[in-house]
């Protein structure tokens, strides 16, 4: 049964930015349904707010809508689209609740839309957890047991039915208020009793714990003609308390005998079926009692998600595009597998190797935060490798996360430690695999650390092998080729050999491949070989055959960014893909290698080959190897992926790598200081006073001579990691004493800070003798706010024409001072007309996808064109890939704005007290996502950016107003227009008497320090909690004021109310609600807003009387 | 739980009779695997130590090694494993899928050091030293894999202790060990007695509601409970069973099982079938027994390059446009014309159809009979192991048998009053 024909068009909501839970994955996935959409022929439309994706790329859609993904906006899209389908499976949560509104609201009836890919009946089945546990019943399995109590009396005799430990859960409370885990008697009595005063209905739920059972997910697909395939099994290394996305997880699944994989397959058909999902993915999660193999269907997801990702890389089974396959009608046997070719998608993938993902996680940017592992998801990025055992693969998974520390540490632990090891590892903690592991080592039983971490003694028992391994490694004489062939074998790293034996990593390395022990490369082909395989997914294993076949041309590789994190995301991922199909298409063999299963970059048919291997200098290397010995290498890139291969750059050339683009030579001009300093001179620029200081007394001196305030750094910075803004001695003191190791090796940079400067951002391409300014960026926020935080906007809404030819000029003189080949960017801070260089990064930057939506110009295919030797003015007139004339900062007037605005997570974490953290911004990045706002005009972009972002500004109602003394002046024009627009204007203390003075009725309330009156009157942050408040706008200031700030932007922060904390973007947002108030939004394609931009650039060339391009 | 017991366990292991010395070994010895066409392997041994002669096959399932190594029709075969770990689960007595384990060789990539399941009662490694297989652990099974995948399944050796010797010696000895083509083999795996598997022991509640003789041919322990979760009697017979035989237990349907060896050498089952169909007696066949209604029915088998082994194998049921995960461990696979309803060369079974294929490579999974009552599938609908897609075929069994048999008319009941698939 073939595709339908009566589908010409669909509507593809996408996830839009990057949050923890919803990351990089659907970017993916949503890349993948688009390609199928199109080669199927359909017209294809789609809703995404993020720009740093490779699906938002105007070349992937006929109508691609850089929007707000909310109803109201959809709901536009679709009525001047007219859509005949909308599919939501692909976009992760967001799409999926979307495609809800819009069915509930009637939209989609109303313009005769189906929904295709799922529907609304099951998604409820599916997300409704009582409704769900019906469908589980029905299925004849278990979810956990629970009674619904209303006193005391019912909940101790429902503990005679369930047991201890049990959760107790208040119903309809927020946030979770009131829920606990009763261990006996005694604490149920207490949790009861709170929870049943917490609760508006004086109900509790309570439920048996299934806390350390073993968890188990089942990736399925299924068709129209109810065709059923489970994709992947996935084992959770940590039982069940800790989110799957924060668990290492393991595929397949390790520790099941048949019959019980069986069980949990029959269940999982059973479940899809009944639940009623039509086609695609689903995951369906369980537990599994370890001393009784009793199983609980825990949740499903009735979409593909994060896990359908991993499991999509874990097996060459490429779910979103089959699921996107069967949406349109055909069905699983229609579908051939393209690894094999000549077999059908209707089938199970087996595995011969083992894969492991490890999450990444950044606790180190919200030190407030507790780092227990819970239920909430709170990593920000996941690395995976795969190898031919358990141990290889863990062991390649920990050192691709690039963290200091993932590597497993075997020196010796005292036999004190070993108590405290196995105490703290009861605590699912980022720690944990580390403490067991060493808790092992010190001598500590496999039987003793499963009663502590119920983790399955398999796995225990794997990591005291690698235990053991250290220790053979340890004793061995010298470099044996048998010790080095089995440490390889269970995934030792040169390094950590080098550590156990007393030798350097390149002694190690030297003669490891003296002796011949190298690597060789297997196949991900989803049926361990039983077929031939013709797609080049290949991992690194020491084991006995290589598979890399010859290949006729040499080839480019292309280093990834490894896992996401806070800093260095999904845009860099962007730019390797662009490299990877510009060099494909300019006819070159391109090689990705990267460890981050939820990129674009490591879908198989990306690059030529694809080796999903770590990125250290070890492992690339490797890489690199296998490469020349079957064709040749022309070269790597290293300046797209990010400060990952960056850093990886010196000691590549130094191997005798060719490296393309800008060279290392380069790049350490860039980065180094001292070098750098030369660089401006020359160019006649300047940057902020500054100094470098080793010692508390070196950083006074630098300090006194600059003048306070002073931004202080580590040397080695990424994402603003350490970075803080000190106005004082004692505060210089205290961070040069807590924040940083510093040796002179490390030492502490120290800067002016320059106070209320605009900080300016630049993206240009430069090729040796000429430059293309991609595209000049205004910050929002002032200089000091990291500016992966800060929102920006493109083309600069107040930057005279002087300043933008000075920051031409400035770019160009850095870009050939450094002999940049490619891609640069370059911050600025402008201060009293004065320009300043920030810094100068010679690779892809954050911005570089943002400024090619907002411009339509492809930056990253243009950089790396350059490296391969075409010059920009080829890239204009032959290539057709940069405009004939003019670039990024000749943007006619009337071009479209675009607001890029940053994400933050800070409603994830919570301190040990339960609070969510402060959600100010500072010099350290923090934000995980981004999203853009376009549009004719600055107020209205930033209006759709804060919708985006999730943040949406409100159009009436009541503004909380409370600033520091610095900025009272600034804040009073805008306070007094939203006053007369009709906001309620409610405000404390001091900013209430001034906004009163100046004739600004301000409604006081009491302060979070004055606490609640007598009568019982609220503070300000009870205002906010109880959702009466529908902007806050708090500008932090020191001292005991700091405190009442926090206390209502974490009120403000935990339930979702807008909260602006800089002056800068208040304006900008009295701006846009007044925008919001008078103008309709209208919706506007990128294809829209580039032909626009062409008719205007051409018009304004004619005028000139500048030859046209035909 | 009950088990099917009803032959001696310690019963000599003819498969392996090439010189099993069963020696658990304590430190891992090193080990030879020799390929016929000369490629070497070297890795440590697993499970006993010794000479290990046979047909080399992958089987790629990822869970379910106790039932691979148990069923019969692995027998006289060396079995590389292409999932990474194997032993993880240890062995435990419901698994097995025979009495004991009948892989003459096994080879893994990685065998567990600490079995961990809350069913595990011994290790793999103790298993299967106990019962004298010997095996390897530590080669690149994937290259083994990809190795038999090109040059199509071979002899092979497995040489550990004091069984290695030059590489000429060892393989010398694989080249004069029997191929697998021509073996008759299924009287060796088969129970010398009959015995009854009662649907009461498998959770059936009354009276049963009908009877079948089962010929066992290697047969899985999974199979008879399979027909007695759903009322069915199950009358296990030896393999060198006559009509007679069959007539004796007065049988609503016959069976014939999976089993071992070359289906060309199986003429007297093929007889035996005949002779039973003649009498209209409603057929299911397994595997084996699919392979033996071809050639009743006049067909040809032939033998496949490196056959079908695993449990994600998907076969497409023609009747209903379904597509089924299967269990399959077959080398062998019956000539049918692939294409519509074709009369049978044994002209008097009337016309046949192929009714079930193989979607990775087209061979035939599935014939039947369109003027008899007979049907046969070359998989294996029990899967053990796994998956159960394929379970409904005992359903469809029993409706033929209510169609065809209307002497127990009145125990007869539709399949949709039978117990659930999978009770065990």
């Known amino acids: ?1110 | 739980m009950p088990i099917v017991e009803s032959n001696d366990v310690t019963d000599p292991n003819p498969m392996t009779s090439t010189a099993a010395t069963a020696t658990a070994s304590a430190a891992p010895e090193p080990a030879v695997l020799v390929l016929e066409d000369g490629r070497i392997f070297r890795g440590t041994s697993y499970g006993a130590t010794g000479t290990a002669l046979g047909e080399a096959v992958f089987a790629t399932g990822m869970t379910g090694y106790q039932e691979t190594i148990t069923d019969p029709s692995y027998a006289r075969q060396l079995v590389v494993q292409t999932a990474p770990h194997i032993g993880n689960t240890g062995v435990n007595k419901d698994d097995a899928e025979s009495r004991r384990i009948w892989v003459a060789g096994y080879i893994v990539r990685e065998a567990a050091r600490r079995p961990s399941n809350w069913r595990s009662e011994r290790s793999l490694d103790e298993e299967l030293a106990e019962q004298g297989v010997v095996g390897i652990q530590g080669v690149d099974t994937r290259a083994i894999t990809r190795h038999l995948r090109e040059h199509k399944t071979m002899r092979a050796g497995i040489f550990s202790g004091d069984a290695v010797g030059t590489d000429k010696e060892l393989l010398d000895a694989v080249l004069a060990s029997a191929p697998m083509e021509g073996s008759r083999l299924a009287e060796e795996v088969s129970v010398d007695e009959a015995y009854i598997v009662e649907p009461k022991d498998w959770g059936w509640d009354g009276e049963p509601r009908f009877t079948i003789a089962a010929i066992d041919l290697g047969i899985k322990r999974m199979t008879p409970i399979r027909f007695a979760e759903r009322g069915v009697r199950v009358h296990v017979l030896p393999a060198t069973a006559t009509l007679a035989d069959v007539q004796a237990v007065n049988p609503d349907g016959f069976f014939m099982s999976n089993g071992p060896g070359d289906p060309a050498t199986a003429d007297n089952q093929v007889k035996l079938l005949r002779s039973v169909l003649d009498e209209k007696i409603p057929y299911f066949g397994i595997c084996f027994g699919n392979q033996i209604l071809g050639r009743a029915l006049g067909f040809g088998t032939y033998k496949l390059r490196y056959g079908h082994r695993g449990i994600n194998q998907p076969v497409m049921d023609r009747r209903t446009g379904k597509v089924e995960i299967t269990s399959q461990n077959h080398g062998f696979a019956v000539d049918a014309p692939l294409e519509g309803a074709t009369q049978a060369p044994e002209e008097r079974f009337g016309r046949v159809e192929v009714s079930h294929v193989s979607l990775n490579d087209d061979v035939v999974e599935g014939l039947s009979c369109l003027d008899i009552p007979a049907f046969s599938v070359q998989y294996h609908p029990e899967a053990a192991s796994g998956p159960h897609d394929a379970a409904y075929l005992f359903d469809r069994f029993i409706d033929l048998m209510a169609d065809a048999a209307p002497k127990s008319a009145a125990a007869a009941t539709t399949s949709t009053e039978s117990k659930t698939e999978d009770k065990k």
Request: hydrophobic share 40%.
């Open chain 1, 1 to 1110: 049964m073939p595709k339908r024909t009566d589908l010409k068009s669909v509507l593809v909501i996408g996830s839009g930015p990057i949050v923890i839970g919803q990351a990089a994955e659907f970017d993916y996935s949503g890349t993948q349904a688009l390609r199928v959409l199109k080669e199927e022929g359909l017209r294809v439309i789609l809703v995404n707010s993020n720009p740093a994706t490779i699906m938002t790329d105007p070349e992937f859609a006929d109508a691609t809508y850089i929007e707000p993904i909310t109803p109201e906006v959809v709901e536009k899209i679709i009525a001047k689209e007219r859509p005949d389908a909308v599919l939501p499976t692909l976009g992760g949560q967001t799409a999926l609740n979307t495609a809800i509104a819009l069915d509930k609201n009637g939209v989609l009836e109303k313009y005769n839309v189906e929904l295709i890919g799922a529907n609304i009946a099951a998604i409820e089945l599916g997300e409704d957890r009582e409704k769900f546990k019906g469908v589980v019943e029905r299925c004849g399995a278990e979810s956990a047991r629970s009674h619904i109590i209303h006193t005391i009396d019912e909940a101790l005799a429902a503990a005679e039915d369930l047991g201890y430990p049990m959760v107790v859960r208040p119903s309809f409370t927020m946030g979770g208020l009131g829920s606990g885990l009763a261990y006996d008697e005694s604490d149920l009595r207490r949790i009861v009793g709170q929870g049943l005063q917490y609760s508006p209905t004086s109900e509790v739920l309570l439920e048996e714990s299934i806390l350390g059972w073993k968890e188990y997910e089942l990736e399925m697909m299924r068709d129209k003609n109810d065709n059923v395939v489970v994709v992947c099994s996935i084992e959770n290394f940590d039982p069940v308390g800790v989110h799957t996305g924060d668990s290492i997880t393991v595929a397949p699944a390790l520790t099941l005998t048949d019959r019980e994989y069986q069980r949990l397959r029959d269940i999982s058909i059973a479940v899809i079926r009944e639940v009623g999902v039509d086609t695609g993915g689903c995951n369906i999660q369980f537990a599994v009692e370890p001393s009784t193999g009793r199983v609980v269907v825990i949740e499903m997801n009735p979409r593909v998600s994060r896990s359908s990702a991993l499991a999509s890389k874990a097996t060459g089974f490429a779910i979103a595009k089959i699921a996107t396959k069967l949406s349109l009608g055909y069905t699983l046997d229609e579908i051939p597998n393209d690894i094999t070719q000549k077999t059908p998608a209707s089938f199970e993938p087996t595995l011969d190797y083992v894969v492991v993902k490890v999450p990444r996680f950044a606790f180190e940017k919200f030190p407030a935060a507790d780092p227990t592992l819970t239920t909430t998801m709170k990593s920000v990025g996941e690395a995976m490798a795969m190898g031919r055992n358990f141990t290889e693969a863990l062991q390649k998974a920990l050192r691709s996360l690039e963290q200091k520390g993932s590597q497993l540490d075997f020196s010796h632990v005292p036999e004190w430690e070993v108590a405290e090891l196995i105490e703290k590892a009861k605590r699912p903690t980022t720690e944990r695999l580390h403490q067991v592991q060493r808790a092992l080592l010190g001598g500590a039983t496999v039987e003793q650390l499963f009663e502590a971490t119920k983790i399955d003694p398999w796995y225990l028992d794997q990591l005291q092998l690698l235990n053991e391994i250290s220790a053979e490694i340890r004793r061995a004489a010298a470099l044996t080729p048998e010790m080095l062939t089995r440490a390889k074998r269970h995934g030792f790293s040169d390094e950590q050999i080098g550590a156990l034996t007393h030798n350097s990593e390149d002694v190690v390395r030297g003669v490891r491949q003296a002796l011949g022990i190298r690597p060789v490369y297997k196949t991900v082909d989803t049926c361990a070989a039983e077929f031939a395989a013709y797609t080049p997914y290949h991992y690194s294993s020491y084991d006995e055959e290589d598979e890399v076949a010859l290949h006729a041309k040499p080839s480019i590789l292309i280093l990834g960014s490894g896992p996401n994190r806070i800093g260095q995301g999904i845009e860099f991922d962007y730019s390797c893909v662009h490299a990877s199909m510009a060099l494909r298409k300019a006819g070159y063999e391109t090689v990705m290698v990267n460890c981050n299963p939820e990129t674009v970059s490591t879908d198989y048919d990306i690059s030529t080959r694809l080796y999903f291997e770590p990125l250290t200098l070890e492992d690339v290397l490797e890489v690199i190897a296998a490469e020349e010995r079957t064709g040749g290498v022309m070269g790597v890139f290293v300046q797209l992926g990010g400060q990952t291969p960056l850093k990886l750059a010196q000691q590549l050339a130094d191997a005798g790598v060719p490296i393309l683009g800008t060279s290392p030579e380069a790049i350490d001009l860039a980065e180094h200081r001292g070098a750098f300093s030369r660089v401006l001179d020359k160019g006649g620029l300047i940057s902020p006073k500054n100094g470098t200081a080793v010692s508390f007394d070196d950083a006074k001196k630098i300090a006194d001579e600059i003048g306070y305030p002073v931004l202080v750094r580590p040397s080695y910075v990424l994402g603003g990691r350490g970075m803080e803004i000190v106005y004082d001695e004692p505060n210089l003191s205290r961070y040069i004493a807590n924040a940083t190791e510093i040796t002179p090796d490390h030492p502490v940079l120290i800067d002016r800070f320059l106070e209320d400067a605009v900080e300016i951002d630049v993206d240009a391409l430069y090729d040796g003798t000429e430059m293309y300014l991609g595209g000049i960026m205004e910050h929002i926020e002032e200089a000091g706010i990291h500016s992966g935080d800060s929102a920006c906007v493109l083309p600069p809404i107040t930057l005279g024409n002087n300043v933008l030819e000075r920051v031409r000029a400035a770019t160009l003189a850095i870009a050939e001072g450094v002999g940049v080949r490619g891609l640069i960017n370059i911050q600025f801070a402008l201060a009293s007309d004065v320009l300043y260089v920030l810094e100068a990064n010679p690779r892809a930057s954050r911005t570089v996808p943002f400024v090619s939506k907002a411009t339509g110009v492809q930056m990253a295919k243009a950089a790396a064109l350059i490296g391969t030797g075409v010059t920009i003015n080829q890239l204009r007139s032959a290539y057709k890939m940069l405009p004939e004339t003019g670039d990024g900062s000749t943007l006619p007037l009337d071009a479209p704005v675009s607001v890029k605005e940053a994400v933050l997570p800070f409603s994830r974490f919570r301190t040990m007290e339960g609070k969510v953290v402060d959600s100010l911004l500072g010099p350290e990045m923090r934000s995980t996502g981004e999203v853009m706002g376009i549009d004719k005009h600055f107020d209205t972009a930033f209006a759709k950016s804060q919708a985006a972002a999730n943040n949406a500004l409100p159009t009436e109602g009541k503004i909380f107003v409370s600033v520091a003394n610095r900025d009272k002046r600034s804040v009073i024009m805008g306070v007094k227009r939203l006053s007369d627009l009709g906001f309620e204007i409610v405000s404390t203390g001091g900013t209430a008497d001034v906004l009163r003075r100046n004739g600004i009725q301000a409604t006081p309330v009491r302060k979070v320090a004055e606490g609640s009156s007598a009568e019982g009157e609220g503070t300000i942050a009870d205002l906010i909690v109880a959702g009466e408040i529908d902007m806050v706008f708090n500008t932090p200031s020191g001292g005991e004021a700091r405190s009442d700030g926090y206390e209502l932007r974490a009120a403000a922060t935990s339930i979702g109310v807008p909260c602006i904390t800089t002056v800068a973007e208040f304006n900008a947002a009295v701006q846009a609600i007044e925008a919001q108030r008078t103008y309709e939004w209208s919706v506007t394609s990128l294809q829209e807003h580039a032909a626009s931009l062409a008719a205007s650039q051409n018009a304004a060339q004619a005028a000139a009387g500048v030859p046209q391009n035909a």
